[in-house]
């Protein structure tokens, strides 16, 4: 036990040491750009360059106009005393380059103080992830492209021009605000108030950027590398062979692998087949898999790290990418974009005394018998109802915890039924804590719906500690199915959520709303029958319509529920129940099921809430690359309209449109199984 614990703060300590060193290092390249966009003399160049329709109107004035761009950036550098850092490796000027509003490239601003107008090009059509990049930085908010080459953001014409001398460099992406902005509105600032958006590019941040996280690697003997929210290595890991290209790198998604020969065979695989654009497109045509191992699932780490920008330790064992066990602690960075994982082997740390652990043991047992048998002869309760809640359940492993319990995975003692046990958690042991978990679990039993979580039981022990047994579901979180393949088919996504409102849509004909509609809250499990089967779960949010059902009521008079998936009014007026909330967030769980992203994600609270009053998501089609059906794009503007009243006006009326959809868009049985075949991990594999 000492050791484990040891090995656990080493690893805790581990990753705070990386976090500091990332912030350090980003925050400083991240402020001289916010500080660039912020120069009067690139607010105007900005302006002046998008004042004129066509070249011609600019005639001789756009060389001055230009030069303002490089006027700024060397004022700025010379006066900035911040950007030498303490510990940090001299600040080097970064190239730039400015676009419109209308994503048009304006002029590049060279590191070696070059300028060159691109004002007289034909129109660029910028990729996908560079346009959705850009559209975010006009809406006001700083954005980090990070680990991917320059194509992927500005196209191969405008990456070549820029000839950065890091094979994936880093670039930060900011708006220009039409005015002098101050610090807490760079995130707020309406659309209308920003006049364009300039690209960062940092010449050697990445290189920095692995060097450091490589070095706490070998000093700490663990590995210390980031991810993006769908999984793909951010930065070098120091578990990859050196013959992995720098370019590859960014390609390579982190998913577990059973063992260390096929890890070393995927890899071997990847490097044979460098022109792949991402590891997610290595399948042929066939619908299988060239290489065979994009059908793993993303590591434990690589799933959670985006669920919380808390530090999670993760203490039990599980499978890394390079097919061996290790143990681990992960924590998302919201500002960057980036998760920062870090582990450890774990069978690198010999215990002590291994040698003679048998005689110990020996030792032990003949030493604690006259306890157990004492134990046994007064038939005293256990001490503790999280390790034995009642004696006919017995609880194997714990699933997760939340903020009001922990769930465990446990069994019947004598009808010999898998279940999963919920247990308050010991810190949340008021009054307040306890008639909400009674809440949640007699709301959920009043259900009936095959698509809403079933109660079995509900009590407490002896000593207070309250608990539920729910039926155990065998399957993923959307959150999960959609970390493990991305964005889904329009089909699969109509499918889930039919069976979504279906649960809710009998919340409310019993006057209850959910409140916390989300897709960590909704499981998705494999029937033989019907293939895909939703149950939505996570009730302790739940409240009625009408204030006089006071038999569930609690204090709760503050904001209850998930943010980003909250409707605007919810905000404004927590206290005040209205459907039509729950189909805003029903909405937005369509969105993240079509787009692979939710809505709307921000670092801090404030700049959440300013988003979802005011602002619009980006299109569904500039995350996904492709067009999506008009009409289905307006079924989800309409469940996520600001004001509620011209929002879907009740989840029947949004079954029935769904419903609509289904003749065009089948998904069958097959198709699911496809897809659990490929995804699911191997636990969930051997029951299909």
């Known amino acids: 036990q000492q050791a484990e614990k040891s090995a656990?703060?080493?690893?805790?300590?581990?990753?705070?040491?990386?976090?500091?060193?990332?912030?350090?290092?980003?925050?400083?390249?991240?402020?001289f750009a916010i500080d660039l966009a912020g120069q009067p003399d690139v607010q105007e160049a900005v302006r002046s360059l998008t004042r004129f329709d066509s070249t011609a109107e600019l005639s001789g004035s756009a060389d001055e106009i230009i030069q303002q761009f490089s006027d700024a950036a060397r004022n700025l550098k010379s006066q900035?005393?911040?950007?030498?850092?303490?510990?940090?490796?001299?600040?080097?000027?970064?190239?730039?380059?400015?676009?419109?509003r209308d994503l048009q490239p304006l002029a590049i601003v060279f590191a070696n103080?070059?300028?060159?107008?691109?004002?007289?090009?034909?129109?660029?059509?910028?990729?996908?992830?560079?346009?959705?990049?850009?559209?975010?930085?006009?809406?006001?908010?700083?954005?980090?492209?990070?680990?991917?080459?320059?194509?992927?953001?500005?196209?191969?014409?405008?990456?070549?021009?820029?000839?950065?001398?890091?094979?994936?460099?880093?670039?930060?992406?900011?708006?220009?605000?039409?005015?002098?902005?101050?610090?807490?509105e760079t995130t707020t600032t309406r659309r209308s108030d920003v006049l364009g958006a300039a690209i960062v590019i940092s010449p050697n941040t990445n290189r920095w950027l692995n060097e450091a996280l490589f070095s706490i690697s070998h000093s700490n003997s663990v590995d210390v590398f980031m991810v993006d929210r769908d999984g793909f290595m951010q930065t070098h890991s120091v578990n990859l062979p050196e013959?992995?290209?720098?370019?590859?790198?960014?390609?390579?998604?982190?998913?577990?692998?059973?063992?260390?020969?096929?890890?070393?065979?995927?890899?071997?695989?990847?490097?044979?087949?460098?022109?792949?654009?991402?590891?997610?497109?290595?399948?042929?045509?066939?619908?299988?898999?060239?290489l065979g191992h994009t059908v793993n699932p993303l590591t434990i780490a690589a799933a959670s790290v985006s669920h919380s920008p808390e530090a999670q330790l993760h203490g039990q064992r599980y499978r890394t990418y390079t097919g061996k066990w290790c143990i681990g602690v992960w924590q998302w960075l919201p500002e960057f974009g980036m998760g920062l994982i870090v582990e450890r082997d774990s069978n690198q740390d010999a215990y002590p005394l291994s040698s003679t652990w048998p005689w110990a043991l020996l030792l032990s047992l003949a030493s604690i018998a006259p306890i157990l048998v004492a134990k046994r002869l007064s038939k005293g309760p256990a001490p503790s109802a999280l390790k034995q809640p009642l004696g006919r359940y017995h609880i194997h492993e714990e699933l997760g915890a939340g903020g009001m319990g922990v769930v465990y995975r446990a069994s019947h003692t004598e009808l010999g039924r898998d279940i999963a046990l919920k247990v308050l958690r010991v810190d949340r042991q008021d009054d307040d804590d306890h008639r909400r978990f009674d809440r949640e679990a007699r709301l959920a039993a009043s259900l009936s719906s095959p698509h809403s979580v079933t109660i079995y039981d509900y009590g407490r022990n002896e000593h207070g500690e309250a608990f539920c047994v729910m039926k155990l579901l065998d399957g993923l979180t959307l959150s999960e199915i959609v970390a493990r393949s991305g964005h889904q088919s329009p089909a699969r996504a109509i499918w889930i959520m039919r069976q979504v409102c279906q649960a809710v849509l009998e919340a409310h004909s019993k006057g209850l709303m959910h409140r916390d509609?989300?897709?960590?809250?909704?499981?998705?499990?494999?029937?033989?029958?019907?293939?895909?089967?939703?149950?939505?779960?996570?009730?302790?949010?739940?409240?009625?319509?009408?204030?006089?059902?006071?038999?569930?009521?609690?204090?709760?008079?503050?904001?209850?529920?998930?943010?980003?998936?909250?409707?605007?009014?919810?905000?404004?007026?927590?206290?005040?129940?209205?459907?039509?909330?729950?189909?805003?967030?029903?909405?937005?769980?369509?969105?993240?099921?079509?787009?692979?992203?939710?809505?709307?994600?921000?670092?801090?609270?404030?700049?959440?809430?300013?988003?979802?009053?005011?602002?619009?998501?980006?299109?569904?089609?500039?995350?996904?690359?492709?067009?999506?059906?008009?009409?289905?794009?307006?079924?989800?503007?309409a469940c996520m309209a600001k004001d509620k009243h011209?929002?879907?006006?009740?989840?029947?009326?949004?079954?029935?449109?769904?419903?609509?959809?289904?003749?065009?868009?089948?998904?069958?049985?097959?198709?699911?199984?496809?897809?659990?075949?490929?995804?699911?991990?191997?636990?969930?594999?051997?029951?299909?």
């Open 80 to 100: 900035s005393s911040e950007l030498s850092s303490h510990g940090l490796r001299a600040f080097q000027t970064p190239d730039v380059i400015f676009f419109s």
């Open 243 to 290: 013959d992995v290209p720098p370019a590859l790198r960014a390609k390579f998604r982190v998913t577990e692998i059973a063992t260390s020969s096929e890890a070393e065979a995927r890899l071997n695989q990847m490097v044979d087949q460098q022109d792949l654009s991402t590891e997610s497109e290595s399948f042929n045509t066939e619908g299988g898999s060239s």
């Open 113 to 184: 103080g070059d300028i060159r107008s691109m004002v007289d090009q034909a129109s660029t059509r910028l990729p996908p992830d560079g346009a959705a990049d850009l559209a975010r930085a006009l809406s006001g908010r700083t954005v980090l492209h990070a680990s991917e080459s320059l194509a992927t953001l500005l196209g191969e014409t405008l990456a070549d021009e820029l000839n950065a001398s890091e094979i994936n460099p880093l670039a930060w992406i900011v708006p220009v605000h039409a005015h002098t902005a101050k610090p807490s």
């Open 646 to 688: 011209d929002r879907v006006g009740s989840v029947a009326d949004l079954i029935q449109r769904l419903d609509s959809f289904a003749p065009r868009y089948p998904w069958t049985q097959e198709d699911a199984h496809h897809w659990w075949q490929r995804h699911a991990d191997e636990e969930l594999a051997k029951k299909l």
């Open 517 to 637: 509609l989300k897709p960590q809250n909704i499981m998705l499990s494999f029937d033989t029958i019907v293939g895909d089967w939703a149950v939505v779960f996570d009730f302790g949010l739940a409240k009625p319509l009408e204030p006089n059902q006071g038999v569930f009521q609690t204090a709760e008079t503050v904001w209850a529920g998930t943010p980003m998936y909250m409707a605007p009014e919810r905000f404004r007026a927590p206290s005040v129940m209205d459907p039509r909330s729950d189909v805003y967030s029903l909405g937005c769980v369509l969105y993240f099921l079509l787009t692979g992203r939710p809505p709307f994600a921000e670092c801090d609270p404030e700049s959440m809430f300013a988003l979802i009053l005011t602002q619009q998501p980006l299109e569904i089609e500039t995350h996904r690359g492709e067009a999506i059906d008009s009409e289905l794009n307006a079924l989800v503007q």
């Open 8 to 31: 656990q703060q080493s690893l805790s300590l581990a990753l705070d040491y990386s976090s500091l060193k990332i912030k350090q290092l980003l925050h400083r390249d991240q402020q």
